[in-house]
T-cell receptor, first 115, second 109 residues
Framework: GAVVSQHPSWVICKSGTSVKIECRSL??????MFWYRQFPKQSLMLMAT?????????EQGVEKDKFLINHASLTLSTLTVTSAHPEDSSFYIC???????????FGQGTRLTVV | GQNIDQPTEMTATEGAIVQINCTYQ??????LFWYQQHAGEAPTFLSY??LDGLEEKGRFSSFLSRSKGYSYLLLKELQMKDSASYLC??????????WGAGTKLIIKP
């Protein structure tokens, strides 16, 4: 299958700082990328959907000013967690798909711990 | 409205067969996906069904009945490494994925 690379795999940051997570599709052009958050023993929670060149669509309850998403090219999307708080500690996963009716491939995930 | 449902947890024996069911309700449908997720890792794609019937891929098969809003994932010759959560998700009319909560499969020797 297609490869989606997410970086970093894990990060520890201090409260109040910002963290940027990158998601790259390595061998295909991703028209759409998705960002999820997953708490322990829970299912995926969609945070936002981003289409290349346009603003991300955020799910209800997700603060767009806190979780900044940029999808500047067909192979790269970034999620920046601004002014991080301990409650933002979670597993963040991106996925990317080529066309709207094809499967989405997931990055490895980023485990964020805010101390 | 839309909803999707799958069992929370299942237990099976190594070498056996297990079927994980998934039911859904939606007005618009563009296919159903199954993903496998090991603890602490991201999901990996297993199968995609958009037409009725059974799709076989090695030890794993996936079935879809659109009229019944029903799918299942069949795992044969279970191995210990198959212990994971299995997520079903359907794609709605807007091509958005609607996820089930996942079924945790426990394999016992």
């Amino acid at each position: 299958g297609a490869v989606v690379s997410q970086h970093p795999s894990w990060v520890i940051c201090k409260s109040g700082t910002s963290v940027k997570i990158e998601c790259r599709s390595l061998d295909f052009q991703a028209t759409t990328m998705f960002w999820y958050r997953q708490f322990p023993k829970q299912s995926l929670m969609l945070m936002a959907t981003s289409n290349e060149g346009s603003k991300a669509t955020y799910e209800q309850g997700v603060e767009k000013d806190k979780f900044l998403i940029n999808h500047a090219s067909l192979t790269l999307s970034t999620l920046t967690v601004t002014s991080a708080h301990p409650e933002d500690s979670s597993f963040y996963i991106c996925s990317a798909r080529m066309d709207r009716d094809t499967e989405a491939f997931f990055g490895q995930g980023t485990r964020l711990t805010v101390v | 409205g839309q909803n999707i449902d799958q069992p929370t947890e299942m237990t099976a024996t190594e070498g056996a067969i297990v079927q994980i069911n998934c039911t859904y309700q939606t007005s618009g449908f563009n296919g159903l996906f199954w993903y496998q997720q090991h603890a602490g890792e991201a999901p990996t794609f297993l199968s995609y069904n958009v037409l009725d019937g059974l799709e076989e891929k090695g030890r794993f098969s996936s079935f879809l009945s659109r009229s019944k809003g029903y799918s299942y994932l069949l795992l044969k010759e279970l191995q210990m490494k198959d212990s994971a959560s299995y997520l079903c998700a359907f794609m709605d009319s807007n091509y958005q994925l609607i996820w089930g909560a996942g079924t945790k499969l426990i394999i016992k020797p």
